[in-house]
């Protein structure tokens, strides 16, 4: 696969420092958020990433090359363009093989940050089981892909348009740790709360990190889950968000959404029935998830030393 990647100057150049890196996926920029506030939050996480020390690498397919760290003109395309395909760990082949445009879901982005030996990648919420899912089996590719490649994923935890209890029980078979960034609960995404508890609350990035290290040091593949909420000004209402959440979920159900379909749909609705406020919470959410990704990208980077 190493012939199909192309680096960004700023992610070749912090390499070559030695800089610490952290990988961004597309899909939300592509179908998780509508343009222009795509492009400004992706610039805006970008910036946020670079303040904290590290080096942003924004990741997708475009022209069937896969791309570490965008420009500033791909970017604004990538947020435009129609016709990018969601590109989950399936996608990736054919969008390769014929020259397309891709937008990296988490699972996706997870291999090719491990491609390009990132460890540390930030996004708003991961995918997983969803309601329902002992009929349709619907199974989100991320949580498979937390069990297999050796990334850790920064996140606002689950959406409760998913199960998150069979969430937790599917990366509990799978050995995949969930961590709570400053917090005993599993965050649900927009709300600082679930009525889960994370696996380990970590305090700090240096214990984070050392988790990472120690994990993979052994031997032990896959990733982990490092779920910091959102922040408390910005979070939405637990019941709004619990009745809104059903509504949307109940007209997928009468249109008979299923697939790859089933998750952009369901964070349009809840955007369109909350009026915007679920993106405004959306956008701090990964704002914040970039800070705690940044520093602890820099806190992972500078324990390579110790060990080696
Ligand atoms: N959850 C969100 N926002 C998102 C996604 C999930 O709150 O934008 C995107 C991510 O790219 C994730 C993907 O990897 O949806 C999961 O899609 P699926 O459920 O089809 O696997
Ligand atoms: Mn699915």
Not at 129 to 141: F, L, N, P, Q
């Amino acid at each position: 696969m190493e012939s199909f990647i192309e680096y960004s100057e700023e992610v070749l150049e912090g390499k070559k420092n030695g800089k610490a890196i952290v990988a961004l996926e597309s899909t939300i920029i592509s179908h998780g958020m509508p343009y222009p506030q795509n492009v400004q939050t992706a610039r805006e996480v970008e910036d946020i990433i670079r303040a904290g020390g590290a080096v942003p690498a924004t990741i997708a397919i475009l022209n069937g090359k896969i791309k570490i760290g965008l420009s500033q003109e791909e970017l604004e395309y990538l947020g435009q363009a129609s016709g990018v395909i969601k590109a989950s760990r399936r996608d990736l082949p054919y969008i390769l093989s014929s020259g397309k445009d891709g937008a990296t879901t988490v699972a996706a982005t997870m291999i090719l940050a491990e491609l390009a030996d990132i460890a540390v990648f930030v996004t708003g919420g991961i995918g997983g089981v969803h309601r329902g899912a002992e009929k349709t089996m619907d199974i989100s590719a991320d949580l498979e892909e937390l069990s297999r490649t050796n990334v850790a994923v920064v996140c606002a935890g689950a959406k409760s348009i998913l199960d998150i209890g069979l969430t937790l029980e599917y990366l509990e078979t799978k050995g995949v740790p969930v961590l709570g960034y400053q917090t005993d609960s599993l965050p649900a995404f927009y709300t600082r709360k679930s009525p889960y508890q994370v696996n380990y609350r970590m305090d700090t990035c240096e214990e984070t990190a050392s988790l990472l290290r120690t994990k993979w040091e052994l031997g032990l593949s896959g990733g982990v889950v490092v779920a910091n909420p959102i922040p408390e000004q910005d979070a939405l209402e637990e019941n709004e968000m619990n009745s809104i959440i059903e509504s949307a979920l109940q007209e997928a159900e009468e249109k008979n959404i299923t697939g790859k379909e089933a998750t952009p749909f369901l964070l349009g609705k809840v955007k369109e029935l909350t009026e915007g406020r679920s993106l405004a919470a959306n956008i701090a959410l990964v704002k914040n998830n970039a800070r705690v990704g940044a520093k602890l990208a820099v806190e992972y980077e500078s324990m390579k030393t110790t060990y080696v």
